[in-house]
Antibody, heavy 119, light 110 residues
């Protein structure tokens, strides 16, 4: 069975940094696109970032460009999100999701990791 | 900035039928946006119900169906059940390597 498990969330001050990880199992990680999606308290889901299966193509929502960086290590079956210059509005549960090329969907979701930005 | 629009809330009676829609602030939603629908209950991760406009994910009951209605994507629940009470989000692929979620619809079954 396919699984995604996020980790690395926590409390950070505004302007600080954090690195999230997403460990994949039960499928051939290197064959799939991956996404980060976030859910802020009282708000809706927001797509954050995408990375292609080989890691050569990345895309970001305008609200995070230049501050968040997506990457992957296919040898370790792990997706990352490096978060710098964090703002209060980045506070959310961050989910990683598997994407499928040609279908442009997100078909497997992790349970999420919580990022709290507060002084 | 493209905005994906959804009804903020909707109510349906048990056993009833409801259609939630997903539109664009400018333009029409078509199959080329590969619309998907996700269900999320409080404290839980999202679950994708429908992808590529009208394909049900594995294990999703056939009372959930997706379509294009006019200039919007649509999710129809036929024979609503109490545990269908959730938030429903559409997500569109914008064709440039980015995706946009709608604001979500809070569905009440009562």
């Amino acid at each position: 069975e396919e699984h995604l498990v996020e980790s690395g969330g926590g409390l950070v001050q505004p302007g600080g940094s954090l690195r999230l990880s997403c460990a994949a199992s039960g499928f051939t990680f290197s064959s799939y696109w991956m996404h980060w999606v976030r859910h802020a308290p009282g708000k809706g889901l927001v797509w954050v970032s995408f990375i292609s299966s080989d890691g050569t193509t990345t895309r970001y929502a305008d609200s995070v460009k230049g501050r968040l960086t997506i990457s992957r290590d296919n040898a370790k079956n792990t997706l990352y999100l490096q978060m710098n210059s964090l703002r209060v509005e980045d506070m959310a549960v961050y989910y990683c999701a598997r994407g499928r090329s040609g279908l442009y969907d997100m078909d497997v979701w992790g349970k999420g990791t919580t990022v709290t930005v507060s002084s | 900035q493209t905005v994906v629009t959804q009804e903020p809330s909707f109510s349906v009676s048990p056993g009833g039928t409801v259609t939630l829609t997903c539109g664009l602030s400018s333009g029409s939603v078509s199959t080329t946006y590969y619309p998907s629908w996700c269900q999320q209950t409080p404290g839980q991760p999202p679950r994708t119900l429908i992808y590529n406009t009208n394909i049900r994910s594995s294990g999703v009951p056939d009372r959930f169906s997706g379509s294009i209605l006019g200039n919007k994507a649509a999710l129809t629940i036929t024979g609503a059940q109490a545990d269908d009470e959730s938030d429903y989000y559409c997500v569109l692929y914008m064709g440039d390597g980015s995706w946009v979620f709608g604001g979500g619809t809070k569905l009440t079954v009562l």
